[in-house]
Nanobody, 123 residues
């Protein structure tokens, strides 16, 4: 499956962005979907994913982020509100099959990745 992420940009603190990730090659049906991010000089970190049909988030974005998907459009979204400068990173979408629940938090568990989209939050 090929993933294409978009929707990043430069936004002021307190603003919002909706990132999109479209899949081609295969339908998302049956795949686990998630978002990660990587700031300069830091490791790639989990942001959000669907786990056993439920959305899970890292603590720092919980309450101000929503992951959603449109199966018909083969697209997964990440809405982030109340953006903070520490949210600045390249955001990646990821997909995989047969991921066990405990494994979704590690980027090494995910076989398919989008190219990333830059999110920059100015203070």
């Amino acid at each position: 499956v090929q993933l294409q992420a978009c929707g990043g940009g430069l936004v002021q603190a307190g603003g919002s962005l909706r990132l999109s990730c479209a899949a081609s090659g295969r339908t998302f049906s049956g795949y686990v979907l998630g978002w990660f991010r990587q700031a300069p000089g830091k490791e790639r970190e989990f942001v959000a994913a669907f786990k056993s049909g439920n959305a899970v988030y890292r603590d720092s974005v919980k309450g101000r982020s929503t992951i959603s998907r449109d199966i018909a459009k083969n697209t997964v979204y990440l809405q982030v509100n109340s953006l903070k400068p520490e949210d600045t990173a390249v955001y990646y979408c990821a997909a995989g099959r047969s991921l066990i629940s405990s494994a979704i938090y590690s980027p090494t568990s995910w076989p398919y990745w989008g190219q990333g989209t830059q999110v920059t939050v100015s203070s």
